[in-house]
């Protein structure tokens, strides 16, 4: 099992940084994926980014690229996810998960953990 705690949400005005931090306890961190997801009320849960084992390979969806950068630290057993210049579209429920299938680190169903998320609100 890994446990993981999302922190770092709130709110924001359009424009302005926020950065998400995921810590995981349980199994060996570096053993796993992460990945962020987040979900709008009324929306399904879409993939944000997702950064491999090793740190050294990072994925982003379109809708974030150049904005948001997802980083982690194997000593610390973290991920983050720095978010810079929001929009209020980026008003979401924002999960972190970590899973071991590396072929899907862009779909929900690539993860086995998630955690209990954390709110991201974005004013205009």
């Known amino acids: 099992q890994v446990q993981l705690v999302e922190s770092g949400g709130g709110l924001v005005q359009a424009g302005g940084s926020l950065r998400l931090s995921c810590a995981a306890s349980g199994r060996t961190f570096s053993n796993y994926d992460m990945g962020w997801f987040r979900q709008a009320p009324g929306k399904e849960r879409m993939f944000v980014a997702a950064?491999?084992?090793?740190?050294?390979?990072?994925y982003y969806a379109d809708s974030v690229k150049g904005r948001f950068t997802i980083s982690r630290d194997n000593a610390k057993n973290t991920a983050n996810l720095q978010m810079n210049s929001l929009k209020p579209e980026d008003t979401a429920v924002y999960y972190c998960?970590?899973?071991?299938?590396?072929?899907?680190?862009?779909?929900?169903?690539?993860?086995?953990?998630w955690g209990q998320g954390t709110q991201v609100t974005v004013s205009s």
């Open positions: 950064i491999n084992w090793s740190g050294g390979s990072t």
């Open positions: 998960a970590a899973g071991r299938r590396r072929w899907a680190l862009t779909q929900v169903g690539g993860y086995d953990y």
